[in-house]
């Protein structure tokens, strides 16, 4: 949960009757477990609640299918181009009950539109935009994390000339700051790898006329389209501690150790049934000894999902692997550096790799849109040159 933001015209009791030069205004409570989680109070212009029309709408998706091979993979999404707006060009790769992961390469600004099966978590890998929201404008860019909370209104303005790439997370459930780096007051610690400095929020109200306005909404069920007889960025003033915020990886602070550091010291959110972890440039192990790239190892209780940012990724130097790759490695698959990257990493001070990581509880599916941009030849890996290939494969 971000710190507790005022923007704007807002009274100074809640609850109490509010008025603006329009009139009187419609107070909003949007709040997380049902009145008991964290909330925020808007103040509309026009009741929000205004809908002259409810229609179904069908958003084809592909399907995530078991990975019943328990294949490692890699998934190269540079490959995709201009595959629509920010919302409906989506395409989802990887998904469980938990969290979606999809990618887009936006040429064009979205519709408007809320998420209300769940929070969502986009990483800008390449392009400029402002997200639009209720609670106003947030400008991002690469290497900004963005979380739009459950039930938010807004549309993404991708920056003319574009494109915008991003990794979304669909979650089913909120995600949070993990409750490791929190005081028992709400504080991020001290030693937590980032403080509420780091944590940008909507820079102000912003409104917009208009009537019989469309919001596409995707719900527990599917997906709809609300008719609004007003426009639903009519709010004068909120406060609390639930609005959209924005991220940089690159103010993400690295924790290193004498020897090998696990991913844990990298978690930047905790999500129902997942975790994102940040590798972001740092020094080394510095004791003599030290293997300076990773052990290997199995997630045995996870699914790891690594998004390739940028940088050198001496670990896996040799796999195919560069920026805009992602990897999937299951559960009860043993992964681990690529043959001979200890030895290049010897003598090495720090590395200079930028990295996203997906850990989630239950296994991922996986889709007809990531098995298009599969490279076959990644599950043969870490094996030597010259081993044959088996056809089973
Ligand atoms: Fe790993």
């Not at 299918?65 to 629509?84: I, Q, S």
């Not at 469980?96 to 099966?117: F, G, I, K, M, Q």
């Not at 930028?354 to 296994?363: C, H, I, K, N, Q």
């Amino acid at each position: 949960m971000p710190k507790y933001l005022r923007v704007g015209d807002v009274p100074a009791k809640r609850h109490v009757v509010h008025r603006a030069s329009t009139g009187r205004l419609a107070e909003e409570l949007m709040g997380e477990e049902g009145f008991a989680g964290a909330s925020s109070l808007l103040y509309h212009r026009f009741s929000p609640s205004a809908i002259l029309s409810a229609e179904a709408i069908v958003i084809e998706r592909a399907c995530p299918a078991p990975n019943d091979a328990l294949r490692p993979m890699h998934l190269r999404l540079g490959t995709f181009a201009d595959t629509g707006d920010p919302v409906t060009g989506r395409r989802l790769l990887l998904g469980n009950p938990d969290v979606a992961l999809c990618w887009v390469h936006a040429t064009r600004s979205s519709e408007l539109y809320r998420n209300a099966a769940g929070d969502e978590l986009s990483f800008v890998a390449e392009g400029r935009g402002v997200l639009e929201s209720v609670f106003g404008r947030l400008e991002v860019g690469p290497g900004d994390y963005v979380v739009v909370p459950a039930s938010t209104t807004h549309r993404w303005v991708v920056e003319p000339g574009g494109p915008m790439r991003m990794l979304v997370l669909e979650a089913s459930g909120h995600l949070t700051i993990p409750a490791r780096y929190m005081t028992a007051t709400g504080q991020l610690r001290e030693g937590a790898p980032y403080s509420e400095r780091d944590l940008r929020g909507p820079d102000g109200p912003l409104a917009c006329d208009g009537e019989q306005v469309p919001v596409l909404i995707r719900h527990r069920s599917g997906w709809a389209r609300h008719i609004h007889a007003c426009h639903p960025f009519d709010v004068v003033g909120w406060d609390g501690c639930v609005y959209p915020f924005a991220f940089s990886i690159k103010d993400f602070e690295p924790i290193v150790g004498r020897l090998h550091q696990p991913p844990t010291v990298h978690q930047t959110f905790a999500g129902q049934g997942f975790v994102v972890c940040s590798f972001v440039p740092r020094l080394l192990d510095f004791d003599p000894g030290a293997v300076r790239v990773p052990y290997h190892h199995a997630n045995v209780d996870s699914d790891e999902v690594l998004f390739y940012v940028e940088g050198d990724f001496t670990s896996r130097a040799g796999s195919g692997i560069g920026p805009n790759s992602l990897t999937l490695h299951p559960a009860g698959f043993v992964h681990g550096p690529q043959p001979g990257s200890a030895e290049a990493a010897a003598g090495a001070t720090r590395t200079d790799e930028t990295a996203v990581m997906v850990d989630t509880f239950r296994p991922l599916g996986v889709t007809s849109s990531a098995l298009e941009v599969s490279d076959d030849r990644y599950l043969r890996s870490w094996a030597r040159p010259g081993q044959p290939a088996i056809s089973r494969e």
